[in-house]
């Protein structure tokens, strides 16, 4: 009886443990006869939560935005840039004022693309100050953050197994301590009693408490706390402080702040368009600067609303290839953002609660579920002891 108390308590948790991640999708007949894995099927809440803290109190837009240096990014940028701007010289002169261009010197078509890439740089600066400036319009990190977690269930997972994964083998272990002390009850119990309830309910009992008592070992006490003078304990997620940070710090930082996904956001995600319009702002009075004081003779020659356009048509050019451009500086924005260094280290100044935060959901989202699956089979298998008990003694 004590053994298969043990092995009641061992595998209840491995099936609630399994519940509370899989399957990412729903699998049954919806909406009741099935079942989808409580984190995956509460992405939207967990990822907000999960987003919450972390941009509350670990990082925010500013401090991701602000260690980028312009000089660096001019640099990384440079080449692509240059040919970028070429090319859409080319391609806007051929639209425009086809046959003229071709008929110009090429020692003045080249003189007049590089009089324009000359300039791109300080444009490139310009615009890097206006983002720190007034970052929280062009990119939203938190729109970000939930945004990939929800789309990537199977990455939203990830973040709280790898944060909790030896707890979850602590709760998985703790079955088999604990179901088998609760077994030896269950025997006195049967021996003195010879009920067929006494091994179902000490089943369901095993069940529900190993389940029960791990997730309240988990998380508390929150100090390290000595019990009957004989040993301490602490919540063992919160023993792990340093541990975890570490690995929340690299998993984050590798899958979810990521340069490319920084990038995507501020180039495609909900305030692109706020960037949009500073860039083209920027080009617009970039090219009237070049033109200078040529550009009344250049009005007058392709009419103001041509010449509007022209503009208009080549801001939309630079528009469309800054994804490319941009990501010759993803290398370099990995090492100057520092985002895993930087989680680690503000992860340490939590409290607490804020730090219990960062994995509790995935725990106390349904955790009745959990206990409950738990009870109810534990309950089963005791029934199925009875039956084999009254087998055997026949």
Request: proline share 5%.
């Amino acid at each position: 009886m004590p053994v298969i108390a043990a092995l009641i308590g061992y595998g209840t948790k491995i099936v609630a443990i399994r519940m509370m991640f899989q399957p990412v999708e729903f699998k049954g007949i919806k909406p009741f006869f099935g079942w989808q894995g409580i984190v995956p099927r509460r992405a939207a809440r967990m990822a907000a939560i999960a987003c919450d803290t972390m941009t509350d109190r670990l990082i925010s837009a500013g401090e991701v935005v602000a260690r980028l240096d312009a000089e660096r990014i001019v640099k990384e940028i440079e080449a692509p840039l240059r040919a970028g701007i070429a090319e859409i010289a080319e391609e806007i002169a051929a639209e425009y004022q086809p046959g003229l261009w071709e008929s110009l010197p090429e020692q003045v078509r080249r003189r007049i693309i590089r009089r324009i890439q000359d300039e791109a740089p300080s444009v490139v600066r310009e615009l890097l100050d206006m983002v720190k400036e007034d970052v929280d319009n062009v990119f939203d990190l938190k729109d970000m953050v939930v945004t990939n977690l929800v789309k990537d269930k199977a990455l939203l997972n990830r973040i709280f197994q790898q944060a909790g994964r030896k707890e979850f083998r602590f709760i998985a272990h703790s079955g088999i301590y604990f179901g088998f002390a609760i077994g030896l009850v269950q025997m006195l119990a049967w021996a003195a009693l010879k009920n067929p309830w006494v091994m179902p309910i000490f089943g369901g009992l095993t069940g529900w408490f190993t389940d029960w008592l791990a997730l309240k070992m988990i998380f508390n006490p929150k100090q390290p706390t000595r019990y009957l003078g004989l040993f301490e304990w602490q919540g063992l997620f919160l023993k792990r402080r340093k541990e975890v940070a570490a690995d929340y710090g690299e998993l984050i930082a590798k899958e979810i702040i990521t340069p490319h996904n920084v990038i995507e956001a501020v180039l495609r995600g909900p305030l692109s368009d706020r960037l949009f319009a500073m860039v083209s702002r920027q080009v617009r009075q970039t090219l009237d600067r070049q033109a200078g004081p040529a550009r009344p003779l250049v009005v007058l020659a392709v009419g103001s609303g041509r010449y509007r356009e022209i503009k208009e048509s080549i801001a939309v050019k630079v528009i469309e290839r800054l994804p490319e451009t941009m990501s010759y500086i993803e290398d370099y924005a990995a090492d100057a953002m520092d985002i895993r260094n930087t989680l680690v280290a503000k992860m340490q100044e939590l409290t607490e609660e804020e730090f219990e935060a960062l994995i509790r959901p995935a725990f106390e989202a349904d955790e009745w579920i959990l206990i409950t699956v738990g009870a109810v089979l534990g309950f089963g298998v005791g029934e199925l002891q009875v039956i084999l008990v009254e087998h055997l003694s026949r």
